[in-house]
T-cell receptor, first 114, second 115 residues
Framework: ETGVTQTPRHLVMGMTNKKSLKCEQH?????MYWYKQSAKKPLELMFVYSLEERVENNSVPSRFSPECPNSSHLFLHLHTLQPEDSALYLC?????????????FGPGTRLTVL | DQQVKQNSPSLSVQEGRISILNCDYT??????FLWYKKYPAEGPTFLIS?????DKNEDGRFTVFLNKSAKHLSLHIVPSQPGDSAVYFCAATWYSGGGADGLTFGKGTHLIIQP
C-alpha cells in the first residue's frame, strides 16, 4: 500500500450505532488530519494531530472522537451521530504542519447516518 | 460567512482551449493560496500554490494569478485536456501564523473538458 488509505470507503449507520473510521499513511509523515466535506459545503478541518498529539479541535461535537495511536494511524470514533453528520470524511497527512508541506489526502469514507 | 468563494459550481470547456477557474477571498490576512484537484472516489491532490509576494506562478500547463487588491486569484489551464476534468478547490491561509491547519477551502468548481 502506498500513500494514504482509508477504510471503510462507504459506511451506513443508524443514530444509535458506534463505528470507527480508519486512516493509515505510508509516507513517513508526522502530522495527520481529519476533514469533513458535507454536500454543497467547503472542506472543513476537524482535527489535527502532530507527533501523535492533538493540536487542533475545531469545535467538533463530542460525538466525534479522534485517536492517533502512532504516527501512521488515525481513527475517528463515531457514536450517536445525527443525520446531518452524513458527509465525506477525508484523512490527510503531511511532513510537518507548515503550509509549504503538501498535505496528501486519502480517498475518503462516505458516511450516511440514517 | 465564507472567506473563500468559488462562485462557479461548474465550468465546461472544449479540449485544447484555455480553462479559467476563479476564486475570491475576503480575509486580508491570507497570504498563501493553493489549488487542489479532486477526481471522483479519490482524495484531493495538491496542484499549485502561490505566495502573496508574487502575482503569478507557473507549472507546465497550469498558471495561477493573484490580484491582491481585488482579493482574487485564478487558475489557468492551457491547453485543456480530457484528464483535467475534475473538481478544483481553492484554499487560502496565512503563512506567517496559520500553518497548514489554517487552510480555508472554497466549495470547488467542477471542470468538464469536452472533446
Amino acid at each position: 500500500e502506498t500513500g494514504v488509505t482509508q477504510t471503510p470507503r462507504h459506511l451506513v449507520m443508524g443514530m444509535t450505532n458506534k463505528k470507527s473510521l480508519k486512516c493509515e499513511q505510508h509516507l513517513g509523515h508526522n502530522a495527520m488530519y481529519w476533514y469533513k466535506q458535507s454536500a454543497k459545503k467547503p472542506l472543513e478541518l476537524m482535527f489535527v494531530y502532530s507527533l501523535e498529539e492533538r493540536v487542533e479541535n475545531n469545535s467538533v461535537p463530542s460525538r466525534f472522537s479522534p485517536e492517533c495511536p502512532n504516527s501512521s494511524h488515525l481513527f475517528l470514533h463515531l457514536h450517536t451521530l445525527q443525520p446531518e453528520d452524513s458527509a465525506l470524511y477525508l484523512c490527510a497527512s503531511s511532513q510537518g504542519r507548515s503550509v509549504l508541506n503538501e498535505q496528501f489526502f486519502g480517498p475518503g469514507t462516505r458516511l450516511t447516518v440514517l | 460567512d465564507q472567506q473563500v468563494k468559488q462562485n462557479s459550481p461548474s465550468l465546461s470547456v472544449q479540449e485544447g482551449r484555455i480553462s479559467i477557474l476563479n476564486c475570491d477571498y475576503t480575509n486580508s490576512m491570507f497570504d498563501y493560496f493553493l489549488w487542489y484537484k479532486k477526481y471522483p472516489a479519490e482524495g484531493p491532490t495538491f496542484l499549485i500554490s502561490i505566495s502573496s509576494i508574487k502575482d503569478k506562478n507557473e507549472d507546465g500547463r497550469f498558471t495561477v494569478f493573484l490580484n491582491k487588491s481585488a482579493k482574487h486569484l485564478s487558475l489557468h489551464i492551457v491547453p485543456s485536456q480530457p484528464g483535467d476534468s475534475a473538481v478544483y478547490f481553492c484554499a487560502a491561509t496565512w503563512y506567517s501564523g496559520g500553518g497548514a491547519d489554517g487552510l480555508t477551502f472554497g466549495k470547488g468548481t467542477h471542470l468538464i473538458i469536452q472533446p
